[in-house]
Nanobody, 122 residues
Framework: QVQLQESGPGLVKPSQTLRLTCTVSGGSITANYWYWSWLRQPPGKGLEWIGYMDYRGSTYYSPSLKSRTSISRDTSRNQFTLQLSSATPEDTAVYYC??????????????WGQGTQVTVSS
């Protein structure tokens, strides 16, 4: 059974960098052919894809967030980390990490973290 758990500060000040870590158990983040993703859901809005890192360590970001986003990994700890710089109140959301795989040219997710609330406010 694969489990994902998000961790990080629940409150970030504007202009600071939002940093969240996803710890994975029950499966390796380097195993073929999984895509390790970050998504978020702002209050009252739908789910938004932020980006992912694939099993080889390659990254892909949403065009709207690409300039502020970085995803990295620590294979020794089986973790991957999201950094979103220059945070604004519009980045307030519940953030999720998830495991996915390509099916018919799109990523489908089979395991999710429980989600973590991040509020950007002074």
């Amino acid at each position: 059974q694969v489990q994902l758990q998000e961790s990080g500060p629940g409150l970030v000040k504007p202009s600071q960098t939002l940093r969240l870590t996803c710890t994975v158990s029950g499966g390796s983040i380097t195993a073929n052919y999984w895509y390790w993703s970050w998504l978020r859901q702002p209050p009252g809005k739908g789910l938004e894809w932020i980006g992912y890192m694939d099993y080889r360590g390659s990254t892909y970001y949403s065009p709207s967030l690409k300039s502020r986003t970085s995803i990295s990994r620590d294979t020794s700890r089986n973790q991957f980390t999201l950094q979103l710089s220059s945070a604004t109140p519009e980045d307030t959301a519940v953030y999720y990490c998830a495991r996915g795989a390509y099916s018919d040219s799109q990523v489908e997710y089979d395991y999710w973290g429980q989600g973590t609330q991040v509020t950007v406010s002074s």
